[in-house]
């Protein structure tokens, strides 16, 4: 009778430690994806979309739902306000899609609250779409996982970045929008 409930007691003990192993160690999500591009084109100097930009942002519907379908979850970083818009540039790139498709755009997140956000991110399954200022890109992609991310070019407003998960372990490809937009304010 005693040997039967040690046996037990230690048989909880062990299938708790387990449990709080694999609670420990939990991974993303193997259906996470995440689609990471940088704000369209901007006027120097300014705070908005440039012509260039705009076009880019009323032509980018059509690329993301192509590659992508509608993402689960959207997100920009928090509008800067007072003086300027800081930011802005990003949900003005986002918004065609999001009223396109009636997205919600999550903007709580400062633009260098790198872990804060991946950390969300993670708790994720399925698709999500963060549209980001470009030297802050590499810096989330790692806190997603990605191991030793490139730096986002300057001039380069046409790469996708997707990282998933197989296995459980972050992997980043790179994609293009393919968009070669107007500078002209023909809308």
């Known amino acids: 009778m005693k040997k039967t409930i040690l046996l037990a007691v230690l048989a909880g003990i ?16 193997n259906n996470l994806k995440v689609v990471i591009i940088r704000h369209g084109e901007k006027p120097d100097p300014g705070d908005n979309l440039s012509c260039q930009g705009e076009n880019r942002a009323l032509q980018l519907p059509a690329v993301l739902y192509q590659k992508f379908n509608i993402p689960d979850y959207t997100y920009v970083p928090t509008l800067g306000l007072g003086k300027a818009t800081k930011h802005a540039r990003m949900f003005q790139t986002v918004s065609p899609f999001a009223i396109k498709y009636n997205l919600t755009v999550d903007s709580k997140y400062e633009e260098d609250d790198y872990s804060k956000v991946a950390k969300n991110v ?26 030793n991310p490139p730096s986002w070019q300057g001039q380069d407003f046409d790469s996708i970045w997707v990282i998933t998960y197989p296995e459980g372990k972050a992997e980043l490809s790179i994609d293009q929008e393919g968009l070669k937009p107007s500078a002209d304010c023909n809308f």
């Open 14 to 29: 062990a299938v708790s430690a387990l449990s709080f192993s694999c609670i420990a160690q939990a991974e993303p999500d």
């Open 122 to 147: 993670l708790e994720k399954t399925g698709t999500v779409l963060m549209v980001w200022e470009h030297k802050a890109i590499p810096h989330i992609a790692e806190q997603l996982g990605v191991k």
